[in-house]
């Protein structure tokens, strides 16, 4: 039976080597990357194409995907040891050196609360019942518990077994296990449970939660001091609980939970925190300032009380949070008012519909956040089968959804996830939950719910360079004109700085002491290509065509010292003493503006330039070329931009070069945005540039059923695109970022499962 405070008995909590070639020897070694040109197509639509509604693709049967056996799939393990039980709002998170804790929550059959510490080694997938020391706190649920400072993890607020809503912060030190309670002065802010809690500048923030006999929902948001363990005001912000939270770009990033009706919600709430006092100094001591904040509750008698002044925390019962014994309410100043909005700007955007933006009210819904992107994932439940889950991505810069992947192809069918948790880096995450099949023996006693299977997500193989490596802001995404430029400070970085040195001839006096050529940028235009003998990224048999007429582009001036550092292939060659080293040239057989972004990369260590973006043909480029010689942050780079402004007149050079570079995942995302708009791109100039074979290739993408359909049958299709959605429509608008995965009954449950 489920406790009485918890709406569902199921766990809604919360919490938050590349495929290189050797040596590569460029003195015989043909292009690898195709020589795309940057110009959008302008090819004439025919009258009969005009509209997109007249012609689509559509299967006939269920498609075998290929990339689903070929592409990444994350794998499913069993742990050892003293596994929990499947604790509902249990606090769930990483800590750093390849362990996981687990923290209080309650038993969804015996109501019974804990207050356990339990850690899990995510090397020998060990089990173990912690002995904790100090001021042990007393059982919870509902809590939040915050890494800090890599070493502490800060647990806040909870019901405890009396439903008596908490409001105290306790501390557990990771290398000592002993517990303390920091004294906190300021107001105290309201008891609360299944909250959200996120860090920032020292700052410890709360937003929102449930709390009182009528579990109320709490719209507020205050943070705690951690240099001066020092509470501040609350300020009204959103009316949530079991929601997520996130800092990026000095803004708290609100999403999901449910709402003051208990429903579900789609809401992306964001509050600026930049430019206000408010959060830049620290709060003031006491709570006289909150004096002025009165307001008659006539004016709102729907809206909850907040207690703005100190208080114990201590609920009816006479016990306190972190003691079995009781204690004495003392009295003390309660300013009970509304709570004033937030200081800084707070807006908020409802996303109502969309192929790729994941419905929140069906399955298990689990957010993290990592590069500035939220990421959902939904995951199987009762009322939906793994099939219908899938993983998806929010750009919080462009507010764009995507789907990355489809359930089948995350998720193995008879497992329920309970909770999810990230590292600091943002590059891994972990479900952790149980089997849903009863004869799946756990052990002597039979079937029990235990969190005893865990499921490692390696958020890199989807393009996120993680939190260390933030995309630069979409403001520089903009070509910036000569009306826009401003006037450049003495130094905005080492990368900036060395980006002013590089490609400047010697005479400049920039110390450049090394020559690199590439292929002409007009090569695409020579005769060879033009006449169809050799399309763009093919190479004949000869593999000596390229030498000695082919066309060289201009001199790339660059330092010999940075290329050595940055460049492990070229410190190789060199350390050799090879003919570079002695004539102090390289050619590298690429067009010339790849090879002018892959060095550009070496001194800057961006794939941006810093008058404009580097087009995506030169982007997919680089890719290739992180493959070849082996560099997983400029592929990590190259994947994350990709993914992410995938578009008609760029797709297909994005699969073919994905393909080249071994990479599954963008291939097949590519592939599918080729098919469902393939109307389009068979007109675009990076379709008609693709070598014949890759033309072949990409055509039998499709499944081998499909069949394009027109006329009459058109009409039946969208009277039967109503009542069935497990079909794929290619009529999506221009430039949409909108994709339907085709359908897939290939479930491959025999692979991806470990058994420790």
Not at 236 to 247: C, E, K, L, N
Not at 322 to 344: C, H
Not at 454 to 476: A, C, H, K, Q, T
Not at 502 to 519: C, R
């Amino acid at each position: 039976m489920a406790h009485p405070s918890t709406p569902s008995a199921s766990a809604q909590s919360l919490f938050g080597g590349p495929v290189g070639s050797a040596a590569f020897q460029h003195s015989s070694a043909a292009s690898s990357v195709p020589s795309f040109t940057h110009s959008t197509s302008n090819a004439p639509t025919p009258a009969s194409a005009a509209s997109s509604g007249n012609t689509f693709v559509m299967p006939n049967s269920p498609m075998n995907h290929r990339a689903m056996t070929d592409g990444y799939r994350p794998r499913v393990t069993r742990t050892l040891g003293q596994r929990p039980a499947c604790l509902v709002n249990a606090s769930v998170t990483y800590c750093g050196n390849n362990q996981i804790y687990a923290f209080g929550g309650f038993d969804q059959y015996t109501d019974e609360v804990y207050n356990h510490v339990l850690r899990l080694d995510l090397v020998s997938h060990q089990w173990n019942l912690v002995d904790n020391y100090g001021d042990i706190p007393g059982v919870r649920m509902g809590h939040t518990a915050t890494l800090y400072q890599g070493e502490k993890l800060l647990v806040f607020g909870g019901e405890n077994e009396h439903r008596t809503y908490l409001s105290d912060l306790i501390v557990f030190d990771l290398k000592t296990a002993h517990w303390t309670q920091p004294q906190v002065t300021g107001p105290l802010p309201k008891g609360r449970a299944r909250h959200a809690a996120v860090l920032h500048e020292d700052k410890l923030f709360i937003i929102g939660g449930i709390t009182g006999h009528d579990n109320y929902v709490l719209d507020d948001i205050c943070y705690l001091d951690l240099k001066t363990y020092t509470w501040s005001r609350s300020w009204r912000f959103v009316g949530r609980f079991d929601h997520s939270a996130y800092i990026c770009a000095d803004r708290v990033w609100v999403f999901g939970g449910l709402s003051e009706d208990m429903d579900k919600v789609s809401e992306l709430w964001w509050l600026d925190l930049k430019g206000s006092p408010a959060f830049d100094s620290p709060p003031h001591m006491g709570s006289t300032s909150d004096r002025h904040a009165v307001m008659s509750r006539a004016t709102d008698p729907s809206r909850p009380v907040y207690s703005m002044g100190p208080t114990a925390a201590v609920g009816a019962s006479g016990y306190a949070a972190n003691s079995r014994t009781a204690q004495v309410n003392t009295p003390s100043f309660q300013l009970k008012a509304y709570a004033p909005m937030a200081p800084g700007a707070v807006s908020y955007l409802k996303f109502v519909s969309g192929p790729n933006v994941p419905s929140q009210v069906p399955g298990t819904h689990f957010h993290i956040y990592s590069s500035g992107t939220l990421l959902d994932f939904v995951t199987p439940a009762t009322t939906i089968t793994s099939k219908e889950c899938s993983l998806s991505a929010l750009d919080l810069a462009s507010l764009r959804w995507q789907k990355l992947a489809e359930g089948r192809e995350i998720f193995k069918s008879g497992f329920r996830w309970l909770y999810c948790t990230m590292n600091e880096d943002g590059t891994k995450a972990w479900l952790l939950g149980c089997p849903t099949d009863p004869t799946n023996d756990l052990g002597p006693n039979g079937f029990d719910e235990y969190l005893s299977d865990i499921m490692e997500i390696d958020l890199r193989r989807y393009g996120f360079l993680g939190n260390n490596f933030v995309s630069e802001p979409r403001s520089e995404l903009s070509r910036p004109t000569s009306h826009t430029r401003v006037q450049e400070q003495p130094s905005k970085g080492l990368g900036h700085d060395l980006a002013r040195l590089f490609n400047q001839p010697p005479e400049t006096g920039s110390g450049t002491d090394f020559v690199v050529t590439a292929l002409a940028s007009d090569y695409e235009d020579d005769d060879m290509m033009s006449s169809g003998l050799i399309r763009a990224g093919e190479v004949p048999d000869d593999q000596n065509w390229l030498a000695p007429d082919a066309p060289t582009s201009p001199p790339i001036h660059v330092h010999k010292l940075i290329l050595q550092a940055r460049w492990p292939h070229f410190a190789r060659l060199y350390n050799a003493q090879m003919a570079e080293f002695h004539t102090k040239k390289m050619h590298i057989p690429e067009p010339y503006s790849v090879v002018k972004a892959f060095l550009s990369y070496l001194y800057t260590d961006s794939i941006h330039v810093n008058d404009g973006v580097i087009d995506l043909p030169d982007v997919a480029g680089l890719l290739v070329m992180s493959n070849i010689y082996n560099i997983p942050h400029l592929r990590l780079l190259c994947v994350n931009r990709l993914s992410k402004e995938l578009d008609v007149d760029h797709a297909c050079i994005i699969w073919y070069c994905a393909g080249q570079a071994n990479e599954d995942w963008l291939g097949k995302r590519a592939a599918n945005f080729c098919l469902t708009h393939w109307g389009r791109i068979v007109r675009t100039q990076g379709f008609l540039r693709l070598p014949r074979t890759a033309l072949v290739e990409l055509s039998q993408e499709i499944d081998m059923e499909g069949r394009v359909i027109a006329g009459e049958e058109l009409d039946y299709v969208d009277s039967y695109r109503s009542r069935n959605d497990n079909w794929v429509t290619r009529k999506d608008s221009i430039g949409s970022d909108r994709t339907q995965p085709l359908p897939s009954d290939m479930d491959n449950d025999s692979e991806g499962m470990d058994i420790a």
